[in-house]
């Protein structure tokens, strides 16, 4: 039997026959020398932004061809396969588009109208079939509290829309003031303006653009967004020239009731101008389908020891990026549009950072240096850039949030750490208190400085970990003006910088290994920033599970320790479905329901467990 650790030069060897197999499509494996080198975190970061690699999209041919580089280089450092059932991948499935499907119809009077050529559902339309009804016009759609500055805004208030149609001009208009625009930008959102019409008791919404509305195109796009789960009405995109139509005989054109509208909306009297259209029905059908893909993430296991250890310590980092900026998330300019995002900073820097420090640890063991009793297991996360897709899998799988006698005891984490300039930005050291002490005795070199961070709710993989109750640090060289564009590429990066980071985490890795107790996880009431931090003054500490946006309601991944939702009885897992009596079917209704909340006082959520349904009371805690 081949011990542990004369296991890995024959798995290397096998990864290199597999290569060649491969063939010309292979990105190359350039040779690496022992310890952390500048030479060779630029082939690293080289090799993931070939343009095989593509922008390494998760679900993609690119992110195998990083993903088939990433087990070759793990099986080269002398690591074993750590994934699913002793592979060194963890596949995960996400949703990653929508497309129409065979059956999408509408009708006028009975008469059918093409479908995308006049109209299109947008992507969190209800699929199914929905019969003839009346359409009722009721201007930008917009309901809005009243201010200090504004009167409140019911552009329903004067009209009975149940079961009928509801025709919704886009946005808001063009002509109005900054500030006002300020105020009711968030109720001007088609998310927001279908919900309030499902509220209302509508059977469908018509949206469309009017000639004042100066948009580049009159159908809205069939894009996916990062919360799928739609609402339970149809929700459509219609051309002015059939929206002119269904306003036949009222007494106006649709540029008149444009105008009109606008200059109702700018008057701020919280004036009206909604009507019901009996002239006109409309029916369709509804097909959108959702397409499914598979992700990888990429782990690799460093046994320190005779047999594999209970107790591990993870390093990670993300290696997907944006591909060419299909999303929705890329920030490039017009001529960049569907260029390959190559992610050097992000996250080719952190991914080269853990090969790096693979092949360095793995060669203090094979030269007896003691690291410890505890066994590394190197993860390459995908999914990050869609929500944490990947490692929240994995996660949920492997981790035992109620003990860590056994599985990974820290998590340590690389994400864009390529670029440093004034500090390092160190995340995470209010989840234990062993890392201030671990930190500043890693810290020897005088030219690293560091910007210690408390909150351990960061928009990384470390979330993943945080919230079932793993200790986390996470090093962050900060943002840039070519983050997530084309323009983030090889040569922009300050390699130098990203090897004392290396060093620096190396050195902490080590003392934990070496530590006679795991350390002590933190938990922290109120997340102080990262993805927690939404601008909202009540704080309930759910944390949605950013896989399952497919759910109808949330789902949470989590909740975070001794805050208001843990408080109240929630747990990860449950799905909120419904807040105070108004339905919750995604993530942006349950958004709009926060902006509700008031701090202190109790709201009752409706939840699913498993195949219960259970009302529970949380009262929001201040953010401030």
Sequence with gaps: MISWLSRAPLLGGVALVLSLLVGCAAIPLTPSAPGIREADLRAHVAALTDERADGRATGTPGEDAAADWLTRAFARAGLVPAGSEGRWRHAFE?????????????????????????????????????????VVFVGYGVVAPETDDLSAI??????????????????????????????????????????????????GVLFASGPLGRFRDELIPLRFDASLAGTSIATLSITDALAERLLEGTGRNLEGWHRLADQTVEAGEGGSISFAMAQRTVSAEVDIRTERRTGHNVLGRLVVGARPSAQTIVIGAHYDHLGRGEGGHSLASGEEAGLPHHGADDNASGTAVIVELAESLSDRVQRGEDVGTRDFVFAAWSGEELGLLGSNAWVGENVNPHTNDEGPVAYLNFDMVGRLRDALVVQGLGSSPVW??????????????????????????????????????SAFTGNHADYHTPRDTLDRLDLEGTIKIAALFERIAIAVGRSEAPPEYTAQKDPTGG??????????????????????????????????????????????????????????DYTFALEAMRVGEAVRLKVQRGKETLEIEVVPASRD
Excluded at 101 to 123: C, Q, T, Y
Excluded at 163 to 187: F, G, I, N, S
Aim: charged letters at 25%; aromatic letters at 8%; proline letters at 7%.
């Design 94 to 134: 996400f949703t990653a588009g929508v497309s129409p499907g065979p059956d999408n119809r509408l009708a006028i009077d009975d008469e059918p109208i093409a479908a995308d050529a006049a109209w299109r559902p947008l992507a969190f339309s209800r699929s199914g079939t929905f019969g003839d009804a009346p």
């Design 154 to 203: 019911d552009d329903f208030a004067q009209v009975d829309v149940r079961d009928k149609w509801v025709l919704v001009l886009r946005d808001l208009p063009q002509t109005l003031e900054a500030e006002r625009r300020r105020a009711l930008q968030r109720h001007a959102g088609l998310r927001y303006k279908a919900m309030i019409a499902r509220d209302r008791g509508a059977r």
């Design 436 to 473: 201030a002490d671990l930190l500043d005795a890693a810290a020897t070199d005088a030219t690293l400085p560091l910007q210690r961070q408390q909150d351990s709710y960061v928009p990384t993989d470390a979330t993943s970990f945080y919230t079932h109750g793993v200790p986390v640090l």
């Design 531 to 588: 993805r927690g931090r939404t601008g909202f003054r009540v704080y309930l500490g759910t944390i949605p599970d950013y896989a399952n946006t497919d759910v109808v309601g949330v789902k949470l991944s989590g909740v975070a320790p001794e805050g208001p939702a843990d408080q109240g009885g929630l747990r990860g897992g449950d799905v909120i479905v419904g807040a105070d009596g108004r339905p919750i079917e995604n993530l942006y």
